[in-house]
């Protein structure tokens, strides 16, 4: 046999044999920590046979299928009715009727499309939804993992202790689009960091029809794409190379522009950020107004009429808070988390802080700041320099009983993000 082929055999087996390596440990940690976080979801939930909710929703039909996941069977009413609730009722219903109603089409539609092709398979559209998201939020631990390792060496297992600790982490697992937007972001940055600007702009795509927020990974990408392509002597190749990666960093604004257009034109309803102030009592204000709001609310300076409880409100003002000193720290420190990420935790940041509710106050900050995961990575960091146990037990006692207070919370009926 030719010694060169028994040479390049070797050598892939190397490479392969390192590359599981190196996915070893972030698939160990990343299911740990999934595995806790569903755990934990699912004995807080328990509650409810205890407590069943006193709130029922106003619509007859939601009434109706909230009953028929309660009595049937007890798979369906310790893991699909407690998480029946709020915008999966709308998920569902997109999934299996379509925009048939205005007030939907705020919603882009991949996730829907996901829940129906797998419920096309017999399973139900709420476990199918419950599935993806999880399966998604198991994929986000061991990516998070994995890049944390590679930016913070020594850091992964303290950075996913920090995703699962969060009190409103059970978004990850509950039918939500939580988990699924943060992994299409996470791959997409991370290939764009490695330079696979083509690979990038697709998985941004497909996070922007995820959430159309997502188009704010275009800046991050050409970002990268600008820091590796500036050290190239040859202008005509600097300038074709930065020309196509612009053209793959673009492919977010189709889905935005995509779904506009779609809605408006061929569904002939309001634009989507019409339906979103109409339906849903929600607008673009400066930065500061939803802060100030929520201070002014919870400090008793102005009353309002809101089914937000106080203690939802108290931890949107403090998750932003955190988030905002993170993030700042991490410039200050200088810390090695890419400039590409930082940025788009600053541009998620600045979404979180001008989306206002009419009555002045933030809109689900806690539950969108779970998308700023190098407020995570940092985090994480700084967990490992603490001394003592005591100081990172308390922190998991902390964020793991809040967690569950919310939970019971959002299983009944209660709206905290």
């Not at 060169?4 to 160990?28: A, M, Q, Y």
């Not at 889905?255 to 102030?277: D, K, M, Q, R, T």
């Not at 409100?313 to 955190?322: K, N, P, S």
């Amino acid at each position: 046999m030719n010694k060169s082929w028994i040479s390049f055999s070797e050598k892939t087996k190397t490479r392969n044999c390192k590359n599981l390596c190196d996915w070893k440990r972030p698939i160990t940690a990343g299911f740990l920590g999934f595995l806790f976080l569903r755990l934990w979801s699912s004995f807080a939930l328990l509650y409810l046979r205890v407590y069943p909710p006193d709130l029922v929703p106003s619509d007859l039909a939601t009434r109706m299928e909230q009953a028929r996941l309660e009595n049937n069977g007890w798979f369906s009413q310790l893991f699909l009715a407690p998480w029946y609730r709020w915008d999966t009722v709308h998920y569902l219903d997109i999934a299996s009727q379509g925009y048939f109603k205005e007030f939907l089409s705020v919603w882009p539609p991949l996730y829907p499309g996901l829940i129906r092709l797998l419920s096309a398979t017999g399973i139900s559209s709420i476990l199918s939804a419950i599935l993806i998201s999880n399966i998604c939020a198991l994929l986000v631990m061991i990516l998070l993992f994995r890049m944390s390792e590679e930016t913070l060496p020594g850091s992964g297992e303290n950075v996913v202790l920090c995703l699962v600790i969060y009190p409103l982490a059970f978004f990850l697992v509950a039918a939500y689009t939580e988990s699924v937007y943060l992994i299409f972001s996470l791959v997409s940055l991370w290939m764009a960091h490695k330079g696979r600007f083509a690979w990038a702009g697709i998985w941004a795509l497909l996070a922007t029809l995820t959430r159309l927020q997502g188009v704010i990974l275009v800046l991050p990408i050409l970002f990268e794409g600008y820091r590796q392509t500036c050290g190239v002597l040859n202008r005509r190749e600097r300038f074709l190379t930065f020309a196509k990666i612009v053209c793959f960093a673009s492919l977010p604004f189709l889905a935005v522009f995509g779904h506009a257009l779609f809605v408006h034109f061929i569904l002939n309803y309001a634009w989507p950020w019409e339906s979103l102030a109409k339906y849903w009592g929600q607008h673009t204000g400066f930065p500061w107004e939803g802060l100030i709001g929520n201070i002014t609310t919870v400090l008793g300076f102005r009353k309002i009429t809101t089914p937000i409880v106080p203690l939802a409100q108290v931890i949107d003002l403090v998750m932003i808070v955190f988030a905002m000193i993170s993030l700042i720290l991490i410039w200050i420190k200088k810390s090695p988390i890419p400039l590409s990420y930082q940025l788009y935790a600053w541009m998620g940041l600045a979404v979180i802080l001008i989306k206002v509710d009419d009555l002045g106050i933030l809109v689900s900050a806690s539950r969108y700041v779970l998308s700023l995961f190098p407020v995570f990575m940092f985090t994480g960091f700084l967990l490992g320099k603490m001394p003592g146990r005591f100081t990172r037990s308390g922190l998991i006692v902390i964020g793991l009983a809040l967690q569950g207070i919310l939970l019971i919370f959002f299983a009944r009926w209660i709206w905290i993000a």
